[in-house]
Nanobody, 123 residues
Framework: QVQLVESGGGLVHAGDSLRLSCTASRRPLSNYVMAWFRQAPVKEREFVGG???????YYTDSVTGRFTISRDNAKNTVYLQINSLKHDDTAVYYC?????????????????WGQGTQVTVSS
């Protein structure tokens, strides 16, 4: 079983950058598809981007060009770099892990979740 812990959220201004981290324990992340989701108030959880086993990444259209996911398998950590933050990026950000090599953008396909980290962007 994988335990995931996110960090790096906070209160920032529009246009700022943040790097969120998701560190895993108990299992090596190299065997898992990893993804970031976010959930804004009164909205459903939405897929932001994923890091697949083959080393590729995939992003939802609304964040392409501003969000970058990277992995450091030696540190068992996945990162989400967010640039040019907008007020609409305000949400709780979650990382998630799915065993195996099949990528997914659907939340219910992921087996393990972190507790989330709050990102608040002031206008």
């Amino acid at each position: 079983q994988v335990q995931l812990v996110e960090s790096g959220g906070g209160l920032v201004h529009a246009g700022d950058s943040l790097r969120l981290s998701c560190t895993a324990s108990r299992r090596p992340l190299s065997n898992y598809v990893m993804a970031w989701f976010r959930q804004a108030p009164v909205k459903e959880r939405e897929f932001v981007g994923g890091s697949w086993i083959d080393g590729t990444t995939y992003y939802t259209d609304s964040v392409t060009g501003r969000f970058t996911i990277s992995r450091d398998n030696a540190k068992n950590t996945v990162y989400l770099q967010i640039n040019s933050l907008k007020h609409d990026d305000t949400a709780v950000y979650y990382c998630a892990a799915r065993w195996g090599a099949v990528p997914s953008i659907t939340a219910n396909r992921y087996d393990y979740w972190g507790q989330g980290t709050q990102v608040t962007v002031s206008s």
